[in-house]
Protein backbone atom coordinates (compact mmCIF):
# COMPACT_ATOMS: atom_id res chain seq x y z
CA UNK A 1 0.00 0.00 0.00
CA UNK A 2 1.41 3.41 -0.92
CA UNK A 3 2.02 5.75 1.62
CA UNK A 4 0.22 9.37 0.77
CA UNK A 5 2.53 11.26 1.61
CA UNK A 6 4.69 9.57 -1.14
CA UNK A 7 1.60 9.78 -3.70
CA UNK A 8 1.70 13.57 -3.24
CA UNK A 9 5.49 13.97 -3.40
CA UNK A 10 5.66 11.93 -6.63
CA UNK A 11 2.36 13.91 -8.13
CA UNK A 12 4.70 16.58 -7.75
CA UNK A 13 7.73 15.71 -9.25
CA UNK A 14 6.07 14.72 -12.40
CA UNK A 15 4.31 18.23 -12.58
CA UNK A 16 8.14 19.78 -12.41
CA UNK A 17 9.30 17.51 -15.14
CA UNK A 18 6.22 18.67 -17.32
CA UNK A 19 7.17 21.81 -16.78
CA UNK A 20 10.75 21.64 -17.37
CA UNK A 21 9.95 19.76 -20.29
CA UNK A 22 7.68 22.59 -21.65
CA UNK A 23 10.29 25.01 -20.94
CA UNK A 24 12.39 22.94 -23.25
CA UNK A 25 10.07 22.64 -26.08
CA UNK A 26 10.70 25.65 -28.45
CA UNK A 27 7.93 26.71 -30.95
CA UNK A 28 8.89 26.44 -34.30
CA UNK A 29 9.67 30.18 -35.68
CA UNK A 30 6.29 31.66 -37.61
CA UNK A 31 6.51 33.73 -40.82
CA UNK A 32 5.12 36.39 -39.18
CA UNK A 33 7.69 36.72 -36.45
CA UNK A 34 10.09 39.23 -37.67
CA UNK A 35 6.70 41.68 -38.39
CA UNK A 36 6.95 44.10 -35.71
CA UNK A 37 4.27 45.32 -33.38
CA UNK A 38 1.62 48.28 -35.14
CA UNK A 39 1.82 51.06 -33.88
CA UNK A 40 -1.31 52.47 -31.84
CA UNK A 41 -3.79 54.27 -34.99
CA UNK A 42 -4.30 57.59 -34.43
CA UNK A 43 -7.68 58.94 -35.06
CA UNK A 44 -8.29 62.48 -37.49
CA UNK A 45 -8.77 64.16 -34.66
CA UNK A 46 -5.03 62.97 -32.90
CA UNK A 47 -3.14 63.45 -35.79
CA UNK A 48 -4.55 66.59 -37.07
CA UNK A 49 -5.15 68.25 -33.88
CA UNK A 50 -3.54 71.86 -32.86
CA UNK A 51 -0.43 72.56 -31.13
CA UNK A 52 -0.21 75.48 -28.78
CA UNK A 53 2.86 77.59 -30.18
CA UNK A 54 4.82 77.90 -26.51
CA UNK A 55 7.61 75.93 -26.92
CA UNK A 56 8.64 77.13 -30.18
CA UNK A 57 8.31 81.09 -29.52
CA UNK A 58 8.99 82.46 -26.07
CA UNK A 59 6.02 84.55 -25.52
CA UNK A 60 3.64 86.84 -27.33
CA UNK A 61 2.98 91.04 -27.25
CA UNK A 62 0.35 93.19 -28.76
CA UNK A 63 1.90 96.85 -29.99
CA UNK A 64 -0.55 99.67 -30.37
CA UNK A 65 0.24 101.95 -32.81
CA UNK A 66 -0.13 105.85 -31.32
CA UNK A 67 -2.74 107.44 -33.05
CA UNK A 68 -4.25 104.84 -34.29
CA UNK A 69 -6.57 101.97 -33.34
CA UNK A 70 -4.20 99.55 -35.22
CA UNK A 71 -2.95 97.03 -32.61
CA UNK A 72 -0.43 94.27 -33.88
CA UNK A 73 0.22 90.76 -32.75
CA UNK A 74 3.53 89.24 -32.54
CA UNK A 75 5.34 86.59 -31.09
CA UNK A 76 8.83 86.39 -30.00
CA UNK A 77 11.91 84.08 -29.04
CA UNK A 78 15.53 84.67 -28.24
CA UNK A 79 17.24 86.38 -26.28
CA UNK A 80 20.91 87.43 -27.47
CA UNK A 81 22.17 88.30 -31.26
CA UNK A 82 20.29 90.08 -34.21
CA UNK A 83 16.52 90.34 -34.34
CA UNK A 84 15.31 88.27 -37.46
CA UNK A 85 12.19 89.94 -38.17
CA UNK A 86 9.31 87.72 -40.46
CA UNK A 87 6.35 88.55 -42.39
CA UNK A 88 4.32 85.98 -43.33
CA UNK A 89 2.86 85.58 -46.81
CA UNK A 90 -0.83 86.41 -47.69
CA UNK A 91 -3.56 83.93 -45.80
CA UNK A 92 -0.78 82.64 -43.48
CA UNK A 93 0.42 83.90 -39.88
CA UNK A 94 3.57 84.59 -37.86
CA UNK A 95 3.05 81.05 -36.76
CA UNK A 96 4.23 80.21 -40.26
CA UNK A 97 7.80 80.67 -38.32
CA UNK A 98 7.20 78.55 -35.44
CA UNK A 99 9.10 75.54 -36.05
CA UNK A 100 11.88 77.22 -37.77
CA UNK A 101 12.11 79.57 -34.96
CA UNK A 102 12.77 77.14 -32.44
CA UNK A 103 16.25 76.44 -34.00
CA UNK A 104 17.15 79.87 -34.81
CA UNK A 105 16.22 81.18 -31.50
CA UNK A 106 19.78 79.37 -30.34
CA UNK A 107 21.56 81.83 -31.70
CA UNK A 108 18.95 84.86 -32.85
CA UNK A 109 16.20 86.89 -31.17
CA UNK A 110 13.18 86.25 -33.21
CA UNK A 111 10.17 88.07 -34.13
CA UNK A 112 6.99 87.28 -35.92
CA UNK A 113 4.67 89.42 -37.16
CA UNK A 114 0.92 88.95 -37.80
CA UNK A 115 -0.36 91.33 -40.52
CA UNK A 116 -3.27 93.69 -40.95
CA UNK A 117 -5.89 91.60 -41.77
CA UNK A 118 -4.49 88.47 -40.41
CA UNK A 119 -3.50 86.23 -37.22
CA UNK A 120 -4.68 88.50 -34.11
CA UNK A 121 -3.69 91.67 -35.35
CA UNK A 122 -6.57 93.71 -35.33
CA UNK A 123 -6.51 97.43 -37.30
CA UNK A 124 -8.81 99.88 -38.53
CA UNK A 125 -9.25 98.73 -42.27
CA UNK A 126 -8.53 94.89 -42.40
CA UNK A 127 -8.81 94.87 -46.05
CA UNK A 128 -6.16 97.66 -46.78
CA UNK A 129 -3.57 94.90 -48.43
CA UNK A 130 -1.74 97.75 -50.23
CA UNK A 131 2.06 97.67 -50.11
CA UNK A 132 2.31 101.31 -48.69
CA UNK A 133 0.11 100.33 -45.63
CA UNK A 134 1.99 97.21 -45.03
CA UNK A 135 5.04 98.38 -44.90
CA UNK A 136 4.10 101.39 -43.09
CA UNK A 137 2.33 99.01 -40.71
CA UNK A 138 5.86 97.19 -40.58
CA UNK A 139 7.83 100.32 -39.71
CA UNK A 140 5.28 101.43 -37.46
CA UNK A 141 5.81 98.66 -35.22
CA UNK A 142 9.68 98.44 -34.88
CA UNK A 143 9.73 101.87 -34.08
CA UNK A 144 6.99 101.39 -31.25
CA UNK A 145 8.95 98.27 -30.52
CA UNK A 146 12.37 99.69 -30.54
CA UNK A 147 12.36 103.29 -30.18
CA UNK A 148 15.58 104.59 -30.14
CA UNK A 149 17.60 101.54 -28.76
CA UNK A 150 17.16 99.37 -32.48
CA UNK A 151 19.06 96.40 -33.24
CA UNK A 152 20.25 95.25 -35.79
CA UNK A 153 17.64 93.81 -38.00
CA UNK A 154 17.27 91.12 -40.40
CA UNK A 155 14.11 91.21 -42.99
CA UNK A 156 12.20 87.79 -43.65
CA UNK A 157 9.93 87.76 -45.47
CA UNK A 158 7.52 84.93 -47.36
CA UNK A 159 5.84 85.62 -50.54
CA UNK A 160 3.31 88.28 -50.02
CA UNK A 161 5.73 89.22 -46.93
CA UNK A 162 8.93 88.63 -49.41
CA UNK A 163 7.60 91.66 -51.30
CA UNK A 164 6.57 93.97 -48.08
CA UNK A 165 10.22 92.81 -46.52
CA UNK A 166 11.64 93.93 -49.67
CA UNK A 167 9.96 97.90 -49.98
CA UNK A 168 10.65 98.02 -45.89
CA UNK A 169 14.08 97.85 -46.92
CA UNK A 170 14.12 99.80 -50.07
CA UNK A 171 12.62 102.88 -47.94
CA UNK A 172 16.09 103.04 -46.27
CA UNK A 173 13.87 103.79 -42.87
CA UNK A 174 15.63 101.44 -40.50
CA UNK A 175 19.12 102.37 -39.62
CA UNK A 176 20.59 99.15 -38.28
CA UNK A 177 18.93 97.09 -40.93
CA UNK A 178 21.52 94.49 -41.39
CA UNK A 179 20.29 91.89 -44.28
CA UNK A 180 17.12 90.56 -46.28
CA UNK A 181 16.07 87.51 -47.04
CA UNK A 182 13.40 86.48 -49.29
CA UNK A 183 11.58 83.28 -49.47
CA UNK A 184 10.02 81.84 -52.44
CA UNK A 185 8.72 84.58 -54.65
CA UNK A 186 10.04 86.11 -57.80
CA UNK A 187 8.49 88.58 -59.71
CA UNK A 188 7.97 87.36 -63.13
CA UNK A 189 6.19 83.96 -61.79
CA UNK A 190 4.27 86.23 -59.17
CA UNK A 191 2.74 88.39 -61.95
CA UNK A 192 1.86 85.34 -64.19
CA UNK A 193 0.36 83.55 -61.50
CA UNK A 194 -2.67 86.41 -60.84
CA UNK A 195 -4.91 85.90 -63.36
CA UNK A 196 -5.21 82.38 -62.12
CA UNK A 197 -5.36 83.40 -57.87
CA UNK A 198 -9.38 84.32 -57.86
CA UNK A 199 -10.04 80.81 -59.31
CA UNK A 200 -7.42 79.19 -56.85
CA UNK A 201 -8.49 80.77 -53.81
CA UNK A 202 -12.54 80.28 -55.25
CA UNK A 203 -11.35 76.60 -55.80
CA UNK A 204 -10.24 75.86 -52.31
CA UNK A 205 -12.19 74.21 -49.54
CA UNK A 206 -13.95 77.43 -47.80
CA UNK A 207 -15.62 75.80 -44.51
CA UNK A 208 -14.37 73.48 -41.96
CA UNK A 209 -16.79 72.05 -39.41
CA UNK A 210 -13.74 71.43 -37.22
CA UNK A 211 -10.06 72.95 -36.56
CA UNK A 212 -8.62 69.18 -37.27
CA UNK A 213 -10.69 68.95 -40.67
CA UNK A 214 -8.47 72.21 -41.85
CA UNK A 215 -5.28 71.08 -40.80
CA UNK A 216 -5.95 67.52 -42.52
CA UNK A 217 -7.10 69.60 -45.61
CA UNK A 218 -4.16 71.94 -46.02
CA UNK A 219 -1.80 68.74 -45.53
CA UNK A 220 -3.61 66.33 -47.82
CA UNK A 221 -4.63 69.10 -50.09
CA UNK A 222 -0.62 69.98 -50.90
CA UNK A 223 -0.56 73.56 -49.20
CA UNK A 224 1.55 71.97 -46.50
CA UNK A 225 3.83 69.24 -46.45
CA UNK A 226 4.91 69.31 -42.54
CA UNK A 227 2.02 68.57 -40.32
CA UNK A 228 3.38 69.79 -36.96
CA UNK A 229 3.66 72.71 -39.00
CA UNK A 230 0.31 72.59 -40.05
CA UNK A 231 -1.27 72.21 -36.67
CA UNK A 232 0.80 75.07 -35.56
CA UNK A 233 0.18 77.62 -38.31
CA UNK A 234 -3.30 76.44 -39.67
CA UNK A 235 -5.47 77.37 -36.65
CA UNK A 236 -5.11 80.85 -36.47
CA UNK A 237 -5.53 81.53 -39.71
CA UNK A 238 -9.09 80.58 -39.34
CA UNK A 239 -11.82 82.34 -37.51
CA UNK A 240 -15.25 81.31 -36.74
CA UNK A 241 -18.76 82.05 -38.43
CA UNK A 242 -21.10 81.90 -36.03
CA UNK A 243 -23.72 82.28 -38.91
CA UNK A 244 -22.92 79.00 -40.96
CA UNK A 245 -21.68 77.16 -37.52
CA UNK A 246 -18.19 76.60 -38.98
CA UNK A 247 -14.64 77.61 -39.28
CA UNK A 248 -13.59 79.67 -42.26
CA UNK A 249 -10.20 81.63 -43.07
CA UNK A 250 -9.81 84.68 -41.20
CA UNK A 251 -8.37 86.89 -44.38
CA UNK A 252 -10.40 87.84 -47.03
CA UNK A 253 -7.88 87.64 -49.96
CA UNK A 254 -10.32 87.54 -52.46
CA UNK A 255 -11.52 90.73 -51.65
CA UNK A 256 -8.06 92.74 -52.39
CA UNK A 257 -7.38 91.54 -55.72
CA UNK A 258 -7.08 95.53 -56.56
CA UNK A 259 -3.46 95.53 -54.24
CA UNK A 260 -2.06 92.59 -55.84
CA UNK A 261 -0.01 93.42 -58.63
CA UNK A 262 1.28 96.03 -56.78
CA UNK A 263 3.13 93.73 -54.32
CA UNK A 264 4.98 92.57 -57.39
CA UNK A 265 5.20 94.81 -59.86
CA UNK A 266 8.99 96.10 -60.48
CA UNK A 267 9.58 93.97 -57.48
CA UNK A 268 12.94 92.52 -58.99
CA UNK A 269 14.34 95.72 -59.33
CA UNK A 270 13.92 97.39 -55.83
CA UNK A 271 15.08 93.88 -54.35
CA UNK A 272 18.54 94.64 -56.10
CA UNK A 273 18.59 98.50 -54.80
CA UNK A 274 18.27 97.49 -51.49
CA UNK A 275 21.56 98.19 -49.69
CA UNK A 276 22.54 95.11 -47.50
CA UNK A 277 23.66 91.55 -47.80
CA UNK A 278 20.26 89.60 -49.60
CA UNK A 279 19.17 85.60 -49.46
CA UNK A 280 16.95 84.48 -52.18
CA UNK A 281 15.44 81.05 -51.17
CA UNK A 282 13.58 79.01 -53.34
CA UNK A 283 11.53 76.14 -53.90
CA UNK A 284 12.05 75.51 -57.17
CA UNK A 285 13.79 76.38 -60.49
CA UNK A 286 11.52 79.57 -61.54
CA UNK A 287 13.32 81.48 -63.93
CA UNK A 288 14.39 84.74 -62.79
CA UNK A 289 13.79 87.83 -64.64
CA UNK A 290 15.93 89.77 -66.71
CA UNK A 291 16.96 91.98 -64.01
CA UNK A 292 17.77 89.08 -61.68
CA UNK A 293 19.66 87.23 -63.72
CA UNK A 294 21.69 89.98 -64.66
CA UNK A 295 22.14 90.75 -60.41
CA UNK A 296 23.34 86.99 -60.21
CA UNK A 297 25.92 86.90 -62.67
CA UNK A 298 26.95 90.52 -60.92
CA UNK A 299 27.02 88.45 -57.59
CA UNK A 300 24.30 91.18 -56.43
CA UNK A 301 22.48 88.81 -54.41
CA UNK A 302 23.35 84.76 -52.61
CA UNK A 303 20.51 82.26 -54.29
CA UNK A 304 19.84 79.04 -52.79
CA UNK A 305 17.10 76.54 -54.38
CA UNK A 306 15.74 74.05 -51.42
CA UNK A 307 14.53 70.57 -52.88
CA UNK A 308 11.89 69.33 -51.88
CA UNK A 309 9.89 71.51 -50.48
CA UNK A 310 6.17 73.29 -51.26
CA UNK A 311 5.45 77.31 -51.22
CA UNK A 312 6.28 77.62 -47.68
CA UNK A 313 10.16 76.32 -47.22
CA UNK A 314 9.97 77.72 -43.58
CA UNK A 315 6.79 75.22 -42.55
CA UNK A 316 7.68 72.19 -45.05
CA UNK A 317 11.81 71.93 -43.92
CA UNK A 318 12.22 74.28 -41.22
CA UNK A 319 15.31 72.63 -40.12
CA UNK A 320 17.05 73.54 -43.75
CA UNK A 321 15.20 77.01 -43.29
CA UNK A 322 16.53 78.03 -39.57
CA UNK A 323 20.11 76.54 -41.23
CA UNK A 324 19.96 78.68 -44.07
CA UNK A 325 18.95 81.92 -42.28
CA UNK A 326 21.80 81.46 -39.66
CA UNK A 327 24.21 80.71 -42.19
CA UNK A 328 23.57 84.32 -43.44
CA UNK A 329 23.48 85.73 -40.73
CA UNK A 330 27.19 84.04 -39.68
CA UNK A 331 28.46 84.70 -43.59
CA UNK A 332 27.72 88.38 -43.18
CA UNK A 333 28.84 88.87 -39.66
CA UNK A 334 25.86 90.16 -38.19
CA UNK A 335 25.91 90.83 -34.76
CA UNK A 336 23.45 91.83 -32.41
CA UNK A 337 24.33 95.66 -33.45
CA UNK A 338 25.12 95.09 -37.08
CA UNK A 339 28.57 93.94 -36.32
CA UNK A 340 29.97 91.00 -35.70
CA UNK A 341 30.64 91.04 -31.51
CA UNK A 342 34.20 88.57 -30.59
CA UNK A 343 32.95 86.39 -28.30
CA UNK A 344 29.52 85.73 -29.87
CA UNK A 345 30.22 82.92 -31.29
CA UNK A 346 28.34 82.23 -34.34
CA UNK A 347 28.79 78.72 -36.11
CA UNK A 348 28.64 78.24 -39.86
CA UNK A 349 25.22 75.40 -39.34
CA UNK A 350 26.13 72.20 -41.75
CA UNK A 351 23.56 72.51 -44.96
CA UNK A 352 22.37 69.38 -46.28
CA UNK A 353 23.61 68.27 -49.16
CA UNK A 354 20.81 66.22 -50.90
CA UNK A 355 18.36 68.76 -50.29
CA UNK A 356 20.02 72.37 -50.53
CA UNK A 357 21.20 73.46 -53.51
CA UNK A 358 23.42 76.45 -53.60
CA UNK A 359 22.98 78.11 -57.43
CA UNK A 360 25.30 81.38 -56.68
CA UNK A 361 26.88 82.20 -53.41
Known sequence: MTDSSNLSSLLEEEDEVGENSKQQIKPLPSAFSSIPNRPAIQTSLQKYAPLEWLGYFDQEDYVSIAGTNDVFHIYMAGS?????????????????????????????????????GHGKSSTENELDLSIETL????LAVLKTMYKDSLPAIVLVGHSMGGSVAVHVAAKKAIPKLAGLIVVDVVEGTAMASLIHMQKILSNRMQYFPTIEKAVEWSVKGGYLRNIESARLSIPSALKYDDSKKCYTYRTRLEETERY???WYEGLSDIFLSCPVPKLLLLAGTDRLDRSLTIGQMQGKFQMVVVRHTGHAIQEDVPDE?????LNFIARNRIGPNGVEIPGL????QKQ????????QE
Not at 352 to 359: F, H, K, M, Y
Open 260 to 262: WKG
Open 345 to 348: GWKK
Open 135 to 138: SSDV
Open 352 to 359: PPDEISTI
Open 321 to 325: FASLV
Open 80 to 116: EGPVVFCLHGGGYSGLSFALSTSKIKEKARVVAMDLR
